[in-house]
């Protein structure tokens, strides 16, 4: 095992880093505020090859593999989180169920202007009745000649108000249970297509999140990506990356979240001397810098068994797990370690202590990893 980075690897930190500083930091109190979308910000990463990284060059993207992936995630969610997930989001799901399960036309059709920024997808799956029980899908699709018209809603769909094109389950036999979803890829003018309410979160406020509505949609039968009836089953495979990614945008944000509490113990004096030399700050950063590397290195494991070519339902539900609890106890310990200022938005751990709690929620509920993490287990031969 190689526990060290490449030089292209240290060199990829170093670009994401210096495009975050410049580009995102000067604004995130605005779009949190504001609740900003950074379009202008995506674009730019796409430009940079940031939104097509795991993707070939055929396709017009950087050809590299999940360890890069995690660290273009963490740099950007070390200075905004929201702009992690939009991207995450945007890459591992939308346009990864393109490149995993479309056909060689819709490769062709998505994929450049998907990585290159120049539109942006969203995922849907996730219903206001259904929740983590993705396979009690209600939304229908009805075959007509050479459509499929698609009816229903799905909610909590990051970049619902703003994306060009959607990968969207929907029932095409309800008697055959979870292998009776299909996924479709309606585009943006496409009639019937629209987004509905816009969720008003407690963090990650720049990143739209809200619902997709589909009423007597005509999404053409070309638009199917995957074997009809399997939308679902492709979804779970899909959702191994996803979670490797909620696991590197979980470590972004626990990083930023320590480094401003090591910043702050060292410049903070109380009782004539910096709080960083008090042995009960000291433990804090200790077991905060502690769980950060083993979340890094689950989270890297599950990477690179993913770019090998094996199944990694097991170890990206762990790393996932690990990593987003781990974050919410970061953040926690990192506003602790402030006092009252941790409290003031002047200071970016406020900001990341509304953020990280999403990262256990999203893809997978803590308690879903569990339950995923489980029967991985009980499968295993003793």
Not at 3 to 31: C, G, K, M, N
Request: contains cysteine.
């Amino acid at each position: 095992m190689d526990f060290e980075y490449t030089p292209e690897q240290s060199q990829l930190r170093r670009a994401v880093r210096e495009f975050s500083q410049a580009e995102i930091a000067p604004h995130v109190l605005e779009w949190d505020e504001g609740q900003i979308s950074p379009r202008q910000v995506i674009k730019k990463s796409g430009d940079l090859g940031f939104m097509g990284a795991i993707f070939p060059e055929a396709y017009g993207g950087a050809g590299l593999g999940y360890i890069e992936y995690s660290i273009i995630i963490e740099e950007l969610s070390w200075v905004d989180g929201s702009v992690g997930i939009l991207l995450a989001a945007h890459t591992s799901l939308c346009s990864n169920h393109s490149y995993k399960d479309g056909t060689e036309e819709q490769k062709q059709k998505y994929l450049p202007k998907l990585r290159s920024g120049e539109w942006l997808g969203c995922w849907s799956l996730t219903e206001p009745e259904v929740g983590s029980d993705a396979a009690g899908t209600r939304a229908t699709a009805v075959r007509d000649g050479d459509a499929w018209v698609l009816n229903g809603s799905t909610t909590f769909t990051t970049n619902a108000h703003c994306a060009d094109v959607c990968v969207a389950m929907a029932v095409t036999d309800r008697s055959a249970s979870h292998h009776g979803i299909s996924a479709f890829v309606p585009e943006k003018r496409t009639p019937g297509f629209r987004a509905g309410k816009k969720e008003n979160k407690l963090g990650m406020r720049a990143w739209a999140r809200g619902e997709v509505i589909f009423t007597d949609c005509r999404v053409p039968a070309a638009n199917l990506p995957g074997k009809q009836g399997e939308g679902f089953v492709d979804s779970l495979r899909i959702l191994d990356g996803g979670r490797i990614s909620i696991a590197a945008l979980s470590i972004g944000m626990a990083q930023g979240a320590y480094d401003a509490a090591l910043k702050y113990a060292k410049l903070r004096k109380q009782f004539g001397r910096p709080i960083s030399e008090f042995q009960a700050i000291q433990h804090k950063l200790v077991d905060i810098a502690t769980k950060i590397d083993a979340s890094r290195l689950l989270t890297y494991r599950a990477a690179t068994m993913l770019d090998a070519g094996y199944r990694v339902t097991r170890g990206s539900a762990m790393a996932k797990l690990f990593a987003s609890e781990a974050a919410v106890w970061i953040a926690n310990e990192a506003v602790q370690i402030h006092g009252g200022y941790g409290f003031m938005k002047d200071y970016p751990v406020e900001k990341f202590y509304r953020d990280v709690k999403l990262c256990t929620i999203g893809e997978g509920t803590s308690e879903i990893q569990r339950l995923v993490i489980a029967r991985q287990l009980l499968k295993e031969k003793s």
